[in-house]
């Protein structure tokens, strides 16, 4: 039976580089949830939109993602999630929801040194086209903040890679 891939970690640690990769190893259909809200919203912001915002519509992205992503499980197709997960609640609440359709998963977290994460998004904020997010530094620390560290026990299910 195939699984869920789910991967999780902070700002620029390479998660879209590796989910990228383990869907071509897997043959496995990747979701992106920045992707999807890049598509689906980018196009109606306009200044700066509050964070309640952002947050909404990334929720609305997220529930689509995981309902299409256990359909293709239950068919015995793998999916790659990349979707951020900065907290340990949204790791858990993604876990539960495969657990409960009694679906394989696999999660990674991947992590890096700080200083490299920040030269990676100046080098994707260089490289971005007009549907790419800009990653001011002050958005980088923000984003930085709310990522929860997994803990001990939480480790302890997960396959963890560096990449920096």
Sequence with gaps: MSKAHI????????????????????QAVRFSTDEWFSTLF???????????????R????ETQILHTAMQLVSNDLAVVLDMGLAK???RNRIASFFDEQDL???????????????????????????????????IFEFTDSLFETPTAEELERVTTIQTG
Aim: include cysteine; charge should be positive.
């Design 104 to 138: 394989k998963q696999q999660l990674y977290y991947l992590t890096a040194p700080v200083e490299v994460r920040k030269k990676r998004v100046n080098e994707r904020n260089s490289q971005r086209d007009n549907t790419g997010y800009y990653v001011s530094p002050e």
């Design 58 to 61: 990334i929720s609305r992205c």
């Design 42 to 56: 980018f196009a109606d912001i306009s200044g700066t939109p509050p964070l309640a915002w952002y947050l909404e």
């Design 88 to 90: 340990l609640e949204d």
């Design 7 to 26: 991967i999780f970690g902070p700002i620029g640690a390479g998660k879209s580089t590796f989910a990228q990769e383990l869907s071509h190893n897997k």
